[in-house]
C-alpha cells in the first residue's frame, strides 16, 4: 500500500524529473543551429535594405508604398541579413506605372527560392517573384502572399510556396547540415551540386498561438509543454493528499 508520505516523497520526484526533461529539451533546441523555412522580411523605410519582420504576416499591415519580402534560406529564429531576399527593395521599380485607386494600396512583393543548394531532397527551388501589388488597404503580409501565390501553411506557419518545399516545414537543422548547406551555396553555379542534406519531416516548428499566420519558435512550444506537465503532476499529487 502506498502511503501519504511515499506519495509527498514521490510527486515531487515526478515534477523534478519533468523538470529535468524540459532543461534538456530547451539545451537540445538551443543547440540547434539553425532552420530551413520561409523567412519573412519589410523594406527598412527611407533606405534600400531588409529587416526581419517584427510581426507575423498574419498581423502585418503593410502600408501603401511597402515592400514585403519572403526569402527560403536557412537561419537562427531571428533571420540575420544573410538570409534576407536577394533582391534589394525597390517600390518605384516594382510599381512603376501602377497608380494609386482610393480603397486599395500597391505593395512591392519579392519572393526569393533561395539557392537550389539548400533545397530539400529532391527539390528544386520555384522561380523568384518581384511584382506589385494592388490589393485592399487592410490587406495583411499573407493577403498579399496569398494574392500572387498558393500558400501552404502548419500551426499557423508558412510552410510552403506555390509548392515548395512540397512537404517539410521549417526542420531544424544541426551544425553540421548547415555547414554542409551553406558551402554548396556557396559553390559556383556551374558546379554541379550533390543531393541536398535531407532532414527528418516531424521536426517541425511550432507557430504561437496569437497569431493567425507567423514566423514561430520551437522554444515557446516546448516550454508550454514542459509547463502543462508540471502542472499535472502537481494536481494529481494535491488530489491524493487531500483523499
Do not use: H
Not at 13 to 36: G, H, M, N, P, W
Not at 187 to 195: G, H, L, M, N, Q
Amino acid at each position: 500500500m502506498v502511503t501519504r508520505r511515499a506519495i509527498t516523497l514521490v510527486a515531487p520526484a515526478a515534477a523534478a524529473a519533468v523538470t529535468c526533461a524540459l532543461v534538456a529539451l530547451l539545451a537540445t533546441s538551443a543547440q540547434a543551429a539553425a532552420y530551413r523555412y520561409w523567412t519573412y522580411w519589410q523594406a527598412v523605410p527611407s533606405t534600400d535594405s531588409w529587416g526581419f519582420a517584427t510581426q507575423g504576416p498574419g498581423t502585418a499591415v503593410p502600408p501603401d508604398g511597402a515592400v514585403e519580402g519572403w526569402s527560403y534560406s536557412i537561419s537562427a529564429e531571428s533571420a540575420t541579413a544573410d538570409a534576407a531576399p536577394g533582391v534589394a527593395p525597390d517600390f518605384d521599380a516594382a510599381c512603376a506605372g501602377v497608380e494609386s485607386v482610393p480603397g486599395t494600396k500597391r505593395v512591392a512583393l519579392v519572393i526569393d527560392p533561395g539557392p537550389a543548394a539548400i533545397a530539400p531532397d529532391g527539390e528544386q527551388p520555384i522561380d523568384a517573384v518581384a511584382e506589385c501589388v494592388q490589393i485592399e488597404e487592410d490587406a495583411t503580409g499573407y493577403d498579399i502572399l496569398r494574392s500572387v501565390a498558393q500558400v501552404r501553411t502548419e500551426d499557423g506557419l508558412v510552410c510552403g510556396v506555390d509548392g515548395y518545399p512540397e512537404r517539410e516545414c521549417a526542420p531544424i537543422l544541426d551544425e553540421a547540415q548547415v555547414t554542409t548547406l551553406t558551402a554548396r551555396a556557396a559553390e559556383p553555379i556551374d558546379k554541379p551540386i550533390d543531393e541536398p542534406v535531407a532532414t527528418p519531416d516531424d521536426e517541425r516548428v511550432a507557430a504561437p498561438a496569437d497569431a493567425t499566420v507567423t514566423s514561430g519558435t520551437p522554444v515557446a512550444t516546448i516550454v508550454v509543454v514542459g509547463l502543462l506537465a508540471i502542472g499535472v503532476v502537481i494536481f494529481l499529487w494535491i488530489r491524493r493528499r487531500r483523499t
